[in-house]
């Protein structure tokens, strides 16, 4: 079994909607990212959180929101989705030690 | 503001040939991170490099990381088409910040195609 999971995987969607992107690990770690990934643009920083009452805002928070329901899940909203919001989102972990990231498998979200 | 800069973004070349991709930050950080991408998939992690002067090797591709000159590179030898995909060199933002971990900062990307 993957030790990060994304729920949905794919999910199309209106302008204006509320969606809510889904993860959880069992690595047992207590940080967790949400990222997001355009063409060209690699990976950027939504949002990360440190423990369950941790959140810290990323380089690009705008337009989202997160909840850190238990150690190990942590949901990203979008509050009233638009099309620039169209991307691949990855949820990631990491260790203490050296802080290497484990990705879990994306979900790709269409705005239309 | 970190930023993180690869050369080349697209890069052709063909089974048995070597290359180098560069990965350039602005800003002190001893935590580099090399992944790969295949299409439509997630990020597999490659290398972790931790200090000055770190090289690691597995298999084909070699990294290194130079803190002075703020560089890493990612040195593929004798390459076969199974390498194919896309390389993304990251940041940690710890030293920014002060703190630990605050996420990552990636560079762009280098589409790698090897064609036999």
């Known amino acids: 079994d993957a030790d990060v999971t994304q729920t949905p995987r794919n999910r199309i969607t209106k302008t204006g909607k509320r969606i809510m992107l889904e993860c959880s690990q069992t690595k047992g770690h207590d940080r967790m990212y949400w990222y997001r990934q355009d063409p060209g643009l690699g990976l950027r920083l939504i949002y990360y959180?440190?423990?369950?009452?941790?959140?810290n805002k990323g380089e690009i928070s705008d337009g989202y929101s997160v909840s850190r329901q238990a150690q190990a899940k942590f949901s990203l909203s979008l509050e009233s989705a638009i099309p620039n919001q169209t991307a691949l989102y990855f949820c990631?972990?990491?260790?203490?030690?050296?802080?290497?990231?484990?990705f879990g498998p994306g979900t790709r979200l269409t705005v239309t | 503001e970190l930023k993180v800069e690869q050369n080349p973004l697209f890069l052709s070349m063909q089974e048995g040939k070597n290359y180098t991709i560069y990965c350039n930050y602005s800003t002190t950080s001893d935590r580099l991170y090399w992944y790969r991408q295949d299409p439509g998939k997630s990020l597999e992690s490659l290398f972790v490099?931790?200090?000055?002067?770190a090289v690691k090797q597995e298999g084909r591709l070699m990294a290194s990381l130079d803190t002075k000159a703020r560089l890493s590179t990612l040195h593929i030898t004798a390459a076969v088409h199974d390498l194919s995909a896309t390389y993304f060199c990251?940041?940690?933002?710890?030293?920014?910040?002060?703190?630990?971990?605050?996420?990552?900062?990636f560079g762009k990307g280098t589409h790698l195609i090897i064609q036999p």
């Open positions: 990251a940041v940690d933002l710890y030293c920014e910040s002060g703190g630990g971990a605050d996420g990552l900062t």
């Open positions: 490099l931790l200090s000055n002067g």
């Open positions: 990631a972990t990491s260790d203490s030690l050296y802080y290497e990231q484990y």
């Open positions: 959180s440190f423990d369950v009452k941790d959140i």
